[in-house]
């Protein structure tokens, strides 16, 4: 096992500072010049670790959409990059990428007296019928948003609170997995992978390879991300992990199910899931619970299907054995 470097501190995973390049970038200098680490270049079995969504906005205790859970899924997550550094060959994360007016935020939505809904609201056919809600604009695109979101059978539409907003403290990745990536960059000589997602106002994008919904009013508002899944899928074998395990990860994983098996179902086996290095969205408190509320449900249910897929569901702990 590698050892890990002596700056790395698990119980900071919690904290937001800025990154200690100076510090992590001499460290990983002194551990590539001892030559017992080959760059990834060198790698026979070229594996990519690909965290989704590991920003501050839902790994920090604080942050409006905190998972529970995610720090100690950050702490799993950083360790195991650094036991396994020899044979990560590609370090990649998605970064959520949003601004105030979007669909799924208070100020697209105001209710019958003129407020901005609260966040965990969610919005209906039935409720943009009966005008207990109308969109600040586009009101048309809208309401075909909603019915499709309905017919599809996807996740309801939800008002989620202000999150991971483009130039703010909570769009960046978490400052102890920063670091791992960059010691990563330096000691193999691999460039660290940045995919954004989540940029359209009249979509949310939960995966990171595709938008909820592609098209309104016979206009594009999004499509399958091929270049970065084929990044991926070139690797012998991805690890995935991140936030959060009922929502972006089990979307992106959804969406890489459906592509491999159109290309090659066999080609499953290649993806890997750190289950302990991820967590549910808690269901909203909403009695009674509608069943497509129950997201801790929803993640464990589909987990068992991809697994009988062929995608490997395993922990931080096991071996990584090529």
């Not at 990428?97 to 965990?120: K, N």
């Not at 909603?146 to 996740?155: N, P």
């Not at 954004?196 to 009013?217: C, D, F, I, W």
């Given at each position: 096992?590698?050892?890990?470097?002596?700056?790395?501190d698990?119980d900071?995973?919690?904290?937001?500072?800025?990154?200690?390049?100076?510090?992590?970038?001499?460290?990983?200098?002194?551990?590539?010049?001892?030559?017992?680490?080959?760059?990834?270049?060198?790698?026979?079995?070229?594996?990519?670790?690909?965290?989704?969504?590991?920003?501050?906005?839902f790994?920090?205790?604080?942050?409006?959409?905190?998972v529970?859970?995610?720090?100690?899924?950050?702490?799993?997550?950083?360790?195991w990059?650094?036991?396994?550094?020899?044979?990560?060959?590609?370090?990649?994360?998605?970064?959520?990428?949003?601004?105030?007016?979007?669909?799924?935020?208070?100020?697209?939505?105001?209710?019958?007296?003129?407020?901005?809904?609260?966040?965990?609201?969610?919005?209906?056919?039935?409720?943009?019928?009966?005008?207990?809600?109308?969109?600040?604009?586009?009101?048309?695109e809208?309401?075909?948003?909603?019915?499709?979101?309905?017919?599809?059978?996807?996740?309801?539409?939800?008002?989620?609170?202000?999150h991971?907003?483009?130039?703010?403290?909570?769009?960046?990745?978490?400052?102890?997995?920063?670091?791992?990536?960059?010691?990563?960059?330096?000691?193999?000589?691999a460039?660290?992978?940045?995919?954004?997602?989540?940029?359209?106002?009249?979509?949310?994008?939960?995966?990171?390879?595709?938008?909820?919904?592609?098209?309104?009013?016979?206009?594009?508002?999004?499509?399958?991300?091929?270049?970065?899944?084929?990044?991926?899928?070139?690797?012998?074998?991805?690890?995935?992990?991140?936030?959060?395990?009922?929502?972006?990860?089990?979307?992106?994983?959804?969406?890489?199910?459906?592509?491999?098996?159109?290309?090659?179902?066999?080609?499953?086996?290649?993806?890997?899931?750190?289950?302990?290095?991820?967590?549910?969205?808690?269901?909203?408190p909403?009695?009674?619970?509608?069943?497509?509320?129950?997201?801790?449900?929803?993640?464990?249910?589909?987990?068992?299907?991809?697994?009988?897929?062929?995608?490997?569901?395993?922990?931080?702990?096991?071996?990584?054995?090529?």
């Open positions: 096992m590698i050892p890990r470097p002596t700056f790395y698990p900071r995973a919690a904290d937001v500072y800025i990154e200690r390049a100076d510090l992590v970038a001499s460290a990983a200098t002194a551990a590539r010049r001892t030559g017992k680490i080959p760059a990834a270049a060198k790698d026979a079995v070229r594996v990519a670790a690909f965290g989704i969504d590991c920003q501050i906005g790994a920090t205790p604080g942050a409006s959409l905190f529970p859970g995610a720090v100690e899924d950050t702490q799993r997550a950083t360790g990059i650094y036991d396994n550094l020899d044979k990560i060959t590609l370090l990649a994360f998605s970064l959520d990428t949003h601004r105030v007016f979007q669909i799924f935020h208070p100020a697209w939505w105001l209710d019958e007296h003129g407020r901005h809904p609260e966040p965990f609201t969610t919005i209906t056919v039935k409720d943009l019928r009966d005008g207990k809600y109308r969109p600040v604009a586009h009101p048309q809208c309401l075909e948003y909603v019915k499709r979101l309905e017919k599809d059978g996807k996740y309801m539409l939800t008002v989620w609170p202000y991971t907003l483009l130039g703010g403290v909570s769009h960046a990745l978490v400052p102890s997995l920063m670091e791992a990536a960059m010691y990563h960059a330096i000691v193999r000589s460039q660290t992978h940045f995919e954004t997602k989540g940029t359209h106002a009249m979509t949310e994008n939960y995966s990171v390879l595709s938008p909820e919904v592609r098209e309104l009013g016979g206009k594009s508002v999004g499509t399958f991300n091929a270049a970065f899944f084929k990044m991926l899928m070139e690797y012998d074998r991805v690890y995935v992990f991140g936030q959060a395990k009922s929502h972006c990860v089990l979307s992106t994983l959804r969406d890489m199910q459906e592509h491999v098996a159109a290309i090659d179902p066999v080609m499953m086996q290649k993806i890997w899931v750190l289950e302990d290095a991820m967590s549910p969205v808690p269901p909203p909403v009695r009674p619970l509608p069943p497509a509320l129950d997201f801790p449900r929803i993640a464990d249910e589909a987990f068992r299907e991809l697994e009988k897929a062929g995608m490997r569901i395993v922990k931080t702990t096991d071996p990584v054995n090529l």
